[in-house]
């Protein structure tokens, strides 16, 4: 089991600015992509950017400019800064991550989780 825990959301003007993290816990092997995406009421959720474990990263279009995807592997920690801001990147933020696990018998087992999500509102 890898738990992901979110923080950093939050209410905040047009232009303005939002750091988000997410953190993995559990028993970890390795980490290979993490990301973040979001979901806007009645929208389907969107890969927002991700990072791989060599540091490549790739961002929607709408997002490209202004947000910055970095991450902490020895802390097992993704970050997102958010700049620039507008109204419609209102929405829950997820955090995701894959990677493998250690499991029974030292088992290694492939995993992918999800956080449980922070809203971002913007205003205008």
């Known amino acids: 089991q890898v738990r992901l825990v979110e923080s950093g959301g939050g209410l905040v003007q047009a232009g303005g600015s939002l750091r988000l993290s997410c953190a993995a816990s559990g028993s970890i092997f390795s980490i290979n992509a993490m990301g973040w995406y979001r979901q806007a009421p009645g929208k389907q959720r969107e890969l927002v950017a991700g990072?791989?474990?060599?540091?490549?990263?790739n961002y929607a279009d709408s997002v490209k400019g202004r947000f910055t995807i970095s991450r902490n592997s020895a802390k097992n920690t993704v970050y997102l800064l958010l700049n620039s801001l507008k109204p419609e990147d209102t929405a829950v933020y997820y955090c995701?991550?894959?990677?493998?696990?250690?499991?029974?018998?030292?088992?290694?087992?492939?995993?992918?989780?999800w956080g449980q999500g922070t809203q971002v509102t913007v205003s205008s």
């Open positions: 990072i791989t474990s060599g540091g490549s990263t």
């Open positions: 995701n991550a894959d990677g493998a696990i250690i499991g029974d018998w030292g088992l290694k087992h492939d995993f992918t989780s």
